[in-house]
């Protein structure tokens, strides 16, 4: 089941004036989105999404992609909603809308782990994983 989850903001939580759409800089009360085809459940209240952390000092090009670090966010699901489409033709099976409030927490900063490569990571093209592991055998370093 394909889902689209929205994680959007209970109305007059703090830090509005900070959400904005960065490509319109408009006024957002989206906090999160994500896509999901598992056969995981969706969030249910209690649920907090995961806040992904950039550690400038830390970060290495070469082996992060933009974050260094995870942790468990400072945003609580309070109730959720559920709508399916009428016609199941189009691209999600579900849209998940979940609200949250703002209750933060000291949870700890956790590396990011190793980039997880495989032939699904190529949609199947084996032709492209191939590629990709070829290259990566270039790469390695000649022991001197």
């Not at 969706?42 to 400038?56: H, L």
């Not at 290495?60 to 199941?88: C, F, I, K, M």
């Not at 189009?90 to 703002?102: H, Q, S, T």
Request: net charge negative.
């Amino acid at each position: 089941m394909r889902k689209y989850i929205i994680f959007r903001a209970e109305k007059r939580e703090p830090g509005w004036k900070e959400r904005k759409l960065q490509h319109t800089q408009g006024l957002t009360r989206i906090l999160a989105e994500s896509f999901d085809s598992s056969d995981q459940p969706i969030p249910e209240p209690g649920y907090r999404p995961t806040e992904f952390v950039r550690v400038d000092a830390l970060h290495d090009p070469q082996e992060h992609g933009y974050s260094t670090h995870y942790r468990q966010g400072d945003w609580e699901v309070t109730r959720v909603e559920t709508y399916t489409p009428d016609v199941p033709m189009g691209e999600f099976d579900l849209v998940v809308i979940c609200y949250c409030k703002y209750s933060p927490i000291n949870a700890p900063l956790q590396p990011m782990p190793e980039r997880q490569v495989s032939l699904d990571s190529f949609g199947d093209d084996r032709d492209a994983y191939q590629g990709w592991l070829d290259a990566q055998a270039d790469k390695q370093p000649a022991e001197v």
